[in-house]
């Protein structure tokens, strides 16, 4: 079975922080994803990369980067942390987009509250 | 642009009842369609997924999904849940290979 996983499953950060949050996969996967999840929102993309050293803003980018420079490895930073970026960060890995399977492996998540 | 609406953000039903979670979506093109599941401090488990063919989806744990595309929705349906059920479901439509969710549906089963 292909792994994700995610370092941390709880962090307390202080306001102006940087912080990353990493995700490793075991599998080979070309795609991989940071999505948060927030209450009554359930997920919302971040950013995602198809490939190493490739990075593609979602749909709530703002306040974050992120890093790939090995295939494996999809690292989220958040460059000066707020307490708006409390939330709960799920990092997903895919195939690739061509495969049929199209489904998504997840970690187990990270928790993050920003004090 | 694609996106998902699950109709109910919790459902409180008894052991060993039926169940259905709403979801409907907005596309003008083809759609992949899935289902996912939460257990309490976990990461998103897949249930079923809607690639093509048949409209009627069988996925783990006795959940079924139809796809209905007159209706644009896939509702997840169990015949009789068990405690074990008690999570967080998810709705998903693709979007050129990215997966966007709707807001979850909070299912509550009840002894």
């Known amino acids: 079975d292909v792994k994700v996983t995610q370092s941390s499953r709880y962090l307390v950060k202080r306001t102006g922080e940087k912080v990353f949050l990493e995700c490793v996969q075991d599998m080979d996967h070309e795609n991989m994803f940071w999505y948060r999840q927030d209450p009554g929102l359930g997920l919302r993309l971040i950013y995602f990369?198809?490939?190493?050293?490739?990075?593609e803003k979602g749909d709530i980018p703002e306040g974050y980067s992120v890093s790939r420079e090995k295939k494996e490895r999809f690292s989220l930073i958040l460059e000066s942390a707020s307490t708006n970026q409390t939330s709960m960060y799920l990092c997903a890995s895919q195939e690739d987009s061509d495969s049929t399977n199209y489904g998504y492996t997840f970690g187990s998540g990270t928790r993050l509250t920003v004090v | 642009a694609q996106s998902v609406t699950q109709l109910d953000s919790q459902v409180p039903v008894f052991e060993e009842a039926p169940v259905e979670l709403r979801c409907n979506y907005s596309?003008?093109?083809?759609?992949?369609l899935f289902w996912y599941v939460q257990y309490p401090n976990q990461g998103l488990q897949l249930l079923l997924k809607?690639?093509?063919?048949?409209?009627l989806v069988k996925g783990i744990n006795g959940f079924e999904a139809e796809f209905n595309k007159s209706q644009t929705s896939f509702h997840l349906r169990k015949p009789s849940v068990h405690i074990s059920d008690t999570a967080e479901y998810f709705c998903a439509v693709s979007r050129t290979g990215k997966l966007i969710f709707g807001q979850g549906t909070t299912l509550q089963v009840k002894p």
């Open positions: 809607y690639l093509s063919g048949s409209t």
């Open positions: 596309s003008s093109v083809s759609v992949y």
């Open positions: 990369s198809y490939d190493v050293k490739m990075k």
